[in-house]
């Protein structure tokens, strides 16, 4: 008898750490690894990629106060400036490998660009 009961005991004991443990989160985590890198989006979102001497994408519709950052992905430097007939002037510096430039549009309209430095570069915005 004495056994037994010893035997429930220790049953009630496992099962309540189990539950305490449960409540707590303590069981192996299920969040899932998170997925490496997510598919670039193509006309959207408010980020532009410059590699291998091009605006990527282009075009990009956003809008009207979206912040577009662009991003130098390569090793030559690359300039952002609005062409003539821009809603809204854009002038960046030159951006080294890995430098960044963020311009927030404001004003509706179509904006094409190019890099100064290398004028077949082009882009075009549309903020709407
Ligand atoms: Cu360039």
Same mark, same amino acid.
């Given at each position: ?8 005991? @220790?049953?009630? @004991? ?6 305490? @443990? ?12 998170? #997925? ?5 989006? /193509?006309?959207?979102?408010? #980020? ?9 994408? #282009? ?24 062409? /003539? ?44």
């Amino acid at each position: 008898m004495l056994k037994h009961s010893r035997l429930v005991f @220790c049953t009630a @004991c496992i099962v309540i750490v189990i539950l305490t @443990c449960m409540a707590a989160g303590c069981t192996s985590p299920q969040t899932t690894p998170a #997925t490496a890198a997510s598919p670039t989006a /193509t006309g959207e979102g408010n #980020t532009i990629a410059i590699k291998n001497f091009a605006f990527v994408p #282009t075009p990009l519709t956003v809008k009207s106060g979206t912040a577009i950052t662009w991003t130098n992905q390569d090793s030559a430097p690359h300039t952002i400036v609005s062409d /003539t007939g821009s809603p809204v002037p854009i002038v960046s510096d030159s951006l080294s490998t890995g430098a960044s430039f963020t311009f927030t549009f404001t004003q509706p309209g179509t904006y094409t660009y190019h890099c100064s430095i290398h004028p077949s570069m082009k882009g075009t915005i549309v903020v709407q």
